[in-house]
T-cell receptor, first 113, second 113 residues
Framework: GAGVSQSPRYKVAKRGQDVALRCDPI?????LFWYQQALGQGPEFLTY????????KSGLPSDRFFAERPEGSVSTLKIQRTQQEDSAVYLC???????????FGPGTRLTVL | GNSVTQMEGPVTLSEEAFLTINCTYT??????LFWYVQYPGEGLQLLLK?????DKGSNKGFEATYRKETTSFHLEKGSVQVSDSAVYFC????????????FGKGTRLSVIA
């Protein structure tokens, strides 16, 4: 189909709530990244998957952040016990192997009150 | 570590003006360099890229040349249009096992008629 899709596009959570953010990569793309983009900043790396394997999670800011991709396609980023500092846009990107190009979804804007 | 520094915005130009957005980088080895653009309400889109020194990336009238000697990848366009109004991000990566992109903070461009 089309490009990378993410849902929800907007999420408002009360501090302490758990949230789950979904990413549907481009069909056939093996590799997938999650990034966090704070207001006025560039995206920063969170974690990376190749198929269902999470090969790098060094960017996850705390153990409240958890990501999975159980069938090597859709990925979910979960944040437990959200804090105000988690407010950001969460971006997902999948990679076209032939060109090593990362294609980004529109992002999920998370606001923690 | 790897880092990208780009000129701070916002940049405001009149239609048909010449655009330069400066980008310099710090990295080991020979990274690949990118410019991404984020239009209002949309996700990041790849604008152009260069994978080795002296390469010139170009797209939609935008150009950037990979300068190893000055560690720079400045974005230029000879005549901007109102539709070019967006946030522009310079980024780098090392293509060894699908490494994440490292982004600058972004430069907001506003073009007025």
């Amino acid at each position: 189909g089309a490009g990378v899709s993410q849902s929800p596009r907007y999420k408002v959570a009360k501090r302490g709530q758990d949230v789950a953010l979904r990413c549907d990569p481009i069909s056939g793309h093996v590799s997938l990244f999650w990034y966090q983009q704070a207001l006025g900043q560039g995206p920063e790396f969170l974690t990376y998957f190749q198929n269902e394997a999470q090969l790098d999670k060094s960017g996850l800011p705390s153990d409240r952040f958890f990501a999975e991709r159980p069938e090597g396609s859709v990925s979910t980023l979960k944040i437990q016990r959200t804090q105000q500092e988690d407010s950001a846009v969460y971006l997902c990107a999948s990679i076209e192997a032939s060109t090593d190009t990362q294609y980004f979804g529109p992002g999920t804007r998370l606001t923690v009150l | 570590g790897n880092s990208v520094t780009q000129m701070e915005g916002p940049v405001t130009l009149s239609e048909e003006a010449f655009l330069t957005i400066n980008c310099t980088y710090t990295a080991t080895g020979y990274p690949s360099l990118f410019w991404y653009v984020q239009y209002p309400g949309e996700g990041l889109q790849l604008l152009l890229k260069a994978t080795k020194a002296d390469d010139k990336g170009s797209n939609k009238g935008f150009e950037a040349t990979y300068r190893k000697e000055t560690t720079s990848f400045h974005l230029e366009k000879g005549s901007v249009q109102v539709s070019d109004s967006a946030v522009y991000f310079c980024a780098l990566t090392h293509f060894s096992g699908n490494t994440p992109l490292v982004f600058g903070k972004g430069t907001r461009l506003s073009v007025i008629a």
